[in-house]
């Protein structure tokens, strides 16, 4: 089974700092939750796939919304 992780950045919507992240392509759209590397604040990530496995959008925001 081929895992094609895509190095991506979003901002955190905490503090503002650039964070690198590793994006699972073959897994599809995903809706998940991961502390910022800086602040320690949980940041909920939506990311959207589209059919040949290429990143379409990434949204960072405050997972208290
Ligand atoms: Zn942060």
């Not at 950045?9 to 897994?27: F, Q, R, T, V």
């Not at 939506?46 to 496995?53: C, H, M």
């Amino acid at each position: 089974m081929t895992n094609l992780l895509t190095p991506s950045s979003i901002h955190c919507p905490y503090c503002g700092e650039k964070l690198a992240i590793l994006i699972d392509g073959s897994a599809g759209n995903q809706d998940y939750v991961e502390d910022c590397q800086v602040c320690c604040s949980p940041i909920d990530i939506s990311v959207q796939i589209d059919s040949a496995g290429q990143i379409v959008d990434i949204r960072s925001k405050r997972d208290t919304d």
